[in-house]
């Protein structure tokens, strides 16, 4: 072929230094290499582009960044997309879509809810915001139901043990929770929203990044006036909920070897609810609120010296404060308060070799006119850690060992030990043993007439098996777990105080899926639980508020300028207390939304609930009667872009 | 989706919550697998998750016999470019407006040992091997390392790989690297048993992402 074929080279560019360049070089070939100019050389520009993208990323399984997909854990990555595609209204009912999840709650709308993750109580959750504990110290759970879902970019659900890279409370599992961040172009975007029981929303964003810097701001109000919480009280009245949430996150990437990152989120507001009682008289009232305040602030520094070694230092705090109104008189309040600092290394030894040291300090605050006067106001823990986690040829070995030193009950140590097995290039077996711990909480120890200050830690084993297909349009999971949790904390029926007496065993098992089909996109999740007690009288009747069987399917798809949700949850029957006496049936509910694009600023979404009108219970006990649930309602909201 | 089909799911799966029939997932996973068909060039790796994407059909097993073409059965000689070539130059060299011998890549010919000349696919070829070593180191990964490259090599009338270059670099030496390994291990099946009908250059844009 003849040299004059390059020529042809320079005038299909668009861009003038590209073409100069080009030419350059080409002027060099010709006089240096004249015979392989000879060559015919065939390129095509788009002959393949090998895009490594879309890694869904997890952090919380083993505390670094990883392959969702290759994680040894049975996980789930919610991110902002799916919320908006969702039909829950709040964090608890959405968490409550997603496999291995129990909820309960005191009536809709910002009531006390209590999530409980396979078959485990619902302290046995670890409760992270952007890398922080987020959890009230006194009752030792956190307040899912106070977190409003427009401040979350991403929620990363691990189920099975972590106490040995995370300490007390990774029993039934972790939750992370990351709030907005900004990226990519600066964009604000404003949100109206309207529904029964005068539901009302209004929010304001505005994101982006300019350079190495990226930042996030976002507002809301939302209010309610709610429906009665119990069924037949007394007192027929609703019982709202005021919710004023502010988030802001600021990062900046310094190099490519030093970055940090800045995120508050804080959320305070009103709740009413019934039958409190009073603290000195002991009078029952229907007129109780709340006012709250939920509060993190997260600082992380993440450094790389080189190849081998790179790492994080987590300043953290949070806040769970409550101040509680008995017809519209001081009741009690408790204000808790959570300092996280963190240190983790990663050392990479080779691509497929990795170590992790790490060292956790936390202290817990709580302060409350509830106990009595010589009651710590604080506790402390450190703790340290060790993860390797390595890989040979189809096998990998995830090993972690952790301490734990307590200022209250002195030291725990926790392990756990996953061993992966790919069998073909889309299966893989997982078999996994975890050991884990939750603290006793200050109500445990220090509550008049109940605590004891001498308790020990709630100890937990796990095995696990799990088998998860990975194609490329569907993913698939079932794993099958038991958990045996001893020194439950429990009142001593002889003493009525606080004692390390229950014992619980959770057999169960999650099948996961996710699969498109015919243009549709499906998640469909089935998960069996039988959460035994093995101690006592009531030895081997069923747990409280667990169901043995939750099914979950959503589906989604766009459709034009529409974009179509359906979900489905069906729940079997639950007991409501302890000698199975008294049960709750099971139920379905099917809710669906529908989002229709009225130009290319501004959304228009329709959210329809129990669409059925459905009636059903979801919580229930002898003293406090039966909570409300909603039936169907609609939401409508308006999203303007700008 | 059509709305029976939905409705059978749900009730079928409430009616019986355990039995779910794993079976339509292999037959939804198949259908759209045969809608991406192999008309579509871009791929996409996923790292440890080889041959995200399996061409339906493999060329060199279904071959279509085409008539032989006299001028393009002697493989032409090569010298190794040691320069690396700039990122334009690559993707304007497919502006080609030919010469003569002018071989469109989609419609590489390839010839057996028999002499029989084949009409493949050598992208197919290409992508299922791609698709095989390249990964996402998992150091990147933890440091949320992302970036784009370009990697070039030369493909030898025989099937040989040489000459494998970063033409642009990620920013990330970890990154380049990987891409660099994932190349060097390709095996061509065409290699011993077919024989190429011209030297190529590929010059291969990688994306490494994370959300």
Redesign the interface.
Known sequence: ??D??YS???H??H?KP??A??RR??V??KTV?S??LS???????????????????IVTANR????A??SLSSVTIINRNDIEKSSAKDLPALLNSVAGFDLKNNGPYGKLSSVFLRGTNSGHTLTLIDGVKLFSASAGSTAFHYIPLDQIERIEIVRGPKSSLYGSEAIGGVIQIFTRKGSGQTKASTNIGYGENNTREISALLSGSEGNARFSLNANHSSTDGIDAIKHSTNNDDDGYINDSISASFAYKFS?MLSFESTFLNAQGNTEYDNCFNNSTFATSDDCDTNFEQQSFSNIL?F?SN?LW?GQLLLGRSRDNDENFWESSDNFSFETERIDISFVN?F?LT??Q?IVLGLDYAQDTVNTAEYPTSTPDKRDNKAAFIAWDSQYDSFELNISLRNDDNEQFGTHSTGSLSLGH?IS??LKLMLSYGSAFKAPTFNDLYFPFFGVDTLNPEESESVELGIKG?????K?SLNVYQTDIDNLIASDPDTFTASNINKAQITGAE?I?E??????N?N?S?A?SDAKNQSGINKGKQLVARAK?T?N?Q?D?NYGKHVFS?S?L?Q?KRYTNLDNSSSIPGY?I?DASVAYALSKQATLTAKINNIADTEYVINEDSFNGTYNTLGRTLFVNLRYNM | ??PG??LF??LS??AH??A?N?S??WM??I???TE?GSSS??????????????PDVSPVKQPRIIATQKTLTKP?T??Q?N?P?????????????????R?D?NK?VIIDKNHSVLQGNL?DL??TE?NKY??????A?????QGNLIVTFTLDADGQISNIQIAKSS????LDRA?LNSVKQIKLPIRNQFTLS??????????????
């Not at chain 2, 590929?202 to 959300?211: A, R, T, W």
Request: negative net charge; aromatic residues 12%.
């Open positions: 072929m003849s004059n074929s042809i080279f320079p299909t560019l861009h590209a073409r360049a080009l070089h080409f060099f070939k290499h015979i392989v060559l015919l050389l065939i390129i095509s520009q788009n002959a393949y582009t090998a895009d490594i993208s879309q890694e869904e990323i670094y960044s990883q392959s997909d290759e490519n993440k790389t190849d790179d990663n990479q691509e497929n990795l790919s290039n889309e990975i194609y490329s349009s569907a698939w099948l899926s699969f498109s089909a015919f243009k549709w499906m469909f089935f069996y069987e099914l399917i589906a798809r359906v489905l069906a079997d379905a099917i | 989706m059509k089909l939905f799911i749900s799966a409430t919550l355990a779910f794993l339509s997932v939804l996973d259908d759209k697998r991406q060039i871009s791929v996409e790796i996923t790292h440890s998750k080889p041959a995200i994407i399996k032409i090569t010298q470019n320069e070539l700039p990122e334009r130059t690559l993707s304007s060299i497919s502006q080609i407006t030919p010469v003569t011998n071989i890549i590489t992208d290409l992508k791609l390249f990964y996402y180191p998992k150091a990964i933890r440091r949320n390392w920013g990330y030496d970890i891409a011209q030297t190529t250059l590929k010059s291969i844009p990688v994306s490494f992402q994370l959300n």
